[in-house]
């Protein structure tokens, strides 16, 4: 059986080939690539529940033997998004929550549909021949059309052939050929450039994005070897202390994960705690931790 998705009433996906197809305009299709497809399955599958970045990079790579860093998680999420929005999302339909993770928005419908048909593979290669270069179909003449031309061919004198070519020098037909080449070269170098220069942006984004994360953290206490960060919403004693008592139950791991950052908002019945290993400034891992409090 073949599982697929109906978000919104708008668009199909498509997880074994990976396809987000408009149901408005089917020849509206966007392949993604593989980790921004299980991004979005996971999404679809822990709907009403926040995904963490932990919890992506342990299902989308760690469960297949990948181990990649916080810029790819943050690229692929861009690449995701750019997708949706490419094949006709009127409006993102995923909700960032800061300092904690990502979710589908509250007013987005998923239909789960069972199917005995699987789309083939062909129609993705399609697709993308659609997206990309389109295939050059050259018209020939039927056989009517051929053996009337050949009788011309053969009936017209030789003299009128030669009479009929123009004289081109031969200096200005290497010029022309000459300054074809050069363009296409121009052209591809351009291009080739302009790649590179595009992803070294993306990354310069995700890596100012990472660093940016932790910028409303406050250092709190250091105790027995842990550094406890707290966000700056928490400003009066009380809300300070409600807030360590859910950094405090992890003392015992401070000798593996000394960073602890906790984050909690008075108007809001919940809490995290991320815990790494070395400081949001460096190359570290992090495991978190999420709260939701009983009144």
């Not at 149901?23 to 921004?36: D, E, G, K, W």
């Not at 997708?83 to 300092?99: H, S, Y």
């Not at 022309?176 to 310069?204: E, H, N, P, Q």
């Not at 105790?223 to 400003?235: A, R, S, V, Y």
Request: aromatic share 10%; charged share 20%.
């Amino acid at each position: 059986m073949h599982r697929y998705y109906i978000i919104n009433n708008i668009v199909e996906f498509h997880p074994t080939t990976r396809q987000l197809r408009n149901l408005i305009n089917p020849t509206q299709m966007v392949v993604l690539n593989s980790p921004a497809s299980r991004c979005l399955l996971l999404l679809i599958e822990s709907s009403n529940t926040i995904v963490t970045q932990q919890e992506f990079m342990y299902n989308v790579w760690e469960k297949l033997g990948l181990v990649v860093s916080a810029n790819t998680y943050y690229q692929n999420i861009c690449l995701l998004r750019k997708g949706l929005k490419e094949v006709g999302f009127p409006a993102d339909p995923i909700t960032t929550i800061p300092r904690i993770g990502l979710t589908l928005a509250r007013e987005t419908q998923v239909q789960v549909i069972e199917s005995a048909d699987v789309l083939p593979i062909a129609n993705v290669e399609e697709s993308k021949t659609e997206e990309g270069a389109r295939p050059v179909h050259h018209d020939t003449p039927d056989s009517a059309d051929s053996d009337h031309i050949g009788s011309l061919r053969a009936s017209e004198p030789v003299s009128g052939i030669v009479a009929a070519v123009p004289d081109i020098p031969a200096e200005q037909s290497l010029n022309k050929a000459g300054i074809r080449k050069f363009s296409k070269l121009f052209f591809l170098i351009t291009a080739l450039i302009f790649s590179i220069l595009l992803a070294d942006i993306k990354v310069i984004l995700a890596q100012f994005q990472g660093s940016r994360y932790f910028e409303n953290y406050m250092l709190a206490v250091n105790t027995n070897g842990c550094h406890f960060f707290l966000n700056k919403e928490i400003h009066n004693t009380d809300e300070k202390a409600a807030a360590l008592t859910y950094g405090n139950q992890f003392k015992p791991d401070c000798k593996k994960f000394p960073w602890v950052y906790i984050s909690r908002y008075a108007m809001l019945p919940r809490a995290s705690v991320i815990r790494c290993n070395k400081p949001m400034t460096r190359p570290n891992y992090c495991i978190s931790d999420y709260f939701i409090e009983d009144h």
